[in-house]
Structure formats: C-alpha cells, structure tokens
C-alpha cells in the first residue's frame, strides 16, 4: 500500500517538476542571451568608436598618442558597461535558481495587445544596456491614403467628361523601409504592396459608361439618374527613395545619441506598378417611390495593368501625395484619358 500511495505521489508531482524545469531552461537562456547581447552590443560600439579615432588619425587631425589615450578611455568606458549590465543580469539568475529550489516559478503571460502595438514592436528592440528604445535598419509602416481623383487629357469625344471626386481615390497597404546608410535616417528604400481604389464620376448625372466594341463611350441612359459612377479595384507594388531630415535623439541619462525616423520633414520620390483586379459600374435611380442600385461588373475596356510616377512630402507620419497613372484608363479609344490623384497620406511606423 505504501508503494503504491509513493508511486502516485511521484506520478502526480512529475508534471509539475518537469514543468518547473522547462520554464527555468527558458528564463535561463533568456538572461544568456541578454548577456551575449550586452558583450556584442558594446563591442560593436567601441569598435566604430575605435575606427572613428583612426582616421582622424589619417587626417592628421590628433597624434599616433593621443589616439592611443582616447582608445584606453573608450575601452575602460564599455567595460565598465559591460560590467555593470552583466551584474544585473547574473543578479537574475541567482533570483531564478532560488525560486526554482523554492518550487516558485511561474510562466508570465503576455497580454494581448493592440495591432498597432504589436506592429510597433517589430520596428524597435531595447538596447540590453541603456534600456533605450532603438530603431531597427530594416522596418514595417501600414500606410492609408485618400484624396481626390481627377481625370486628365479628355476631349469631345466623352462629351462633357468627367467630374473631379473629392474623394475618389484609397489605398491601404504595407511598405516596407530599408536605411540605406547605417549612421543616418537621410536616405531610405521604400516598397510595398497596396491595395488602391478609384472612382471615376461622369460630369453629367445621366451619363453612363458603355461599351462599343472595343471602345468605350459616354452615353445618356435616358432617364434621371442619382449616382453614376465607375469603381476599380487594383493591387499595386510602390517603390519610393524616401530622404527622412528626422535629426538623431538624444538620451542625457546615456549620453547617447540615437536614431529614429518620421521625427521631421519627409520626402519621397518613386513611382508604382498595379493590376486591376475589378471594375464595376454603379448607378442609383428612383422608381415607384423607391431607390433602386444596380451594379454591373465588367471590364469597359479598361488597361488591365497601370504604372506612373508618385511622390509626398509632409511631416512625422503625415504627408500630401500625389500619383499619376501614365497608362491610359482606356485601351482603344480615339483619345486617351489619365487619371491624377492628389491627397493626404499617413505612414505609421
């Protein structure tokens, strides 16, 4: 009886001894890691410190000794660093072998946290030493754009034409942003994928977009029309060289300097490539007293693919866009029209 009652006794707490045993093998490798980091981190550092000392040197700008006196300096300062975060970090690990001879550690759950927020964390990592907030070269932005959609070049052969929407033009998506030089926010790669809509408003509220062949025309359907209007749908690539004049931050606890991006005056200069996946035509009338919509999806001849240049200039997450589709709306006809599109767009990084 007793064999048995100590059998189940170690059955039971074997669950929980291997599960005191993982989450020490996870915390210790965390604190491992954060350790190396420190080592790298300030290793890395002192080096370009090291490099910046020498060609001063080339330069003639202080003497072979003097070079030497500052390079002892520096190499005195990381160590110290070094030392005093190493410290804390071993600190930890002796707190965690206590509580798992005390039976005492827990797993920590992470809350789950807004979609910003997450986004956010892929762009920064906390320096293991100052605690600061440190962008990374290679970021993430979401990107939402709206504005105005105007169309550009038309004669009479569309009759009266088409209005300019206030608000006919959207695009959502992602960027991607690469620092081109290590030591400055200046020069950035930019490219993305977005999805972008666009609406295209006849002048004249009777006027309805119809295919002839292989052109397409505007015609008056015959009776009083609410809304007339053609949608398009496109996923489109956008590629910009982005000059960021955010100047670098400073820490006065560290008395370090720092980058970090969309601080200041932004400009990009690029272009895009899309594909049209959808387009459909949307009316609103009234009969009997009542409104009726109809939409017709179909492709009225339009270029299936759309490329232009685009630029914006604006402040922090904020900037005035502009972008212009150089492929006309229309394959085949007479006269080509293209479409300008002017608005606000925001980056959140």
Not at 93 to 112: A, D, H, S
Not at 240 to 258: A, G, R, V
Not at 280 to 307: A, C, L, P, V
Not at 322 to 327: E, I, S, T, V
Request: charged share 25%; glycine share 6%.
């Amino acid at each position: 009886m007793k064999q048995t009652i100590l059998l189940v006794a170690i059955l039971c707490c074997t669950p929980y001894l291997m599960a005191q045993t993982n989450i020490f093998e996870e915390k210790a490798a965390i604190i491992a890691s954060r350790i190396d980091s420190i080592t790298t981190s300030e290793k890395s550092i002192l080096k370009k410190e090291i490099k910046k000392i020498d060609k001063k040197v080339e330069k003639n700008e202080i003497t072979a000794d003097t070079a030497e006196v500052e390079k002892k300096k520096l190499a005195a300062y990381h160590a110290k660093r070094i030392n005093a975060a190493v410290f804390i970090e071993e600190q930890k690990l002796q707190l965690l072998i206590k509580n798992k001879v005390r039976g005492k550690l827990e797993r920590t759950e992470e809350p789950n946290k807004p979609f910003i927020s997450v986004f956010e964390e892929e762009n920064f990592y906390n320096d293991s030493i100052s605690g600061l907030k440190v962008e990374k070269r290679f970021t993430t932005q979401f990107v939402f754009a709206l504005g105005i959609n105007t169309v550009l070049n038309g004669g009479d052969y569309y009759g009266d034409g088409f209005k300019v929407n206030p608000i006919g033009y959207g695009e959502l998506g992602f960027t991607f942003k690469y620092r081109l030089k290590e030591n400055t926010n200046l020069w950035n790669l930019k490219f993305g994928l977005s999805m972008m809509t666009d609406e295209i408003r006849p002048k004249e509220d009777n006027d309805v977009l119809v295919t002839n062949g292989n052109q397409t025309t505007l015609e008056d359907i015959g009776f009083d029309l609410k809304k007339s209007r053609l949608n398009n749908l496109s996923f489109g690539i956008p590629v910009h060289l982005e000059l960021d004049f955010s100047k670098p931050q400073y820490h006065s606890k560290t008395e370090q300097t720092y980058l970090r991006s969309q601080r200041g005056f932004r400009l990009g200069l690029g272009g895009f490539f899309s594909v049209r996946t959808q387009t459909s035509q949307f009316i609103k009338y009234k009969e009997g007293g009542k409104d009726i919509k109809q939409t017709e999806t179909y492709h009225f001849n339009m270029n299936s693919f759309n490329f232009g240049p685009s630029v914006y200039f604006g402040y922090r997450d904020v900037s005035i866009y502009a972008k212009y589709d150089m492929n006309p709306v229309f394959k085949d006809n007479p006269e080509d029209i293209n479409t300008l599109s002017i608005g606000l767009r925001v980056d959140i990084n």
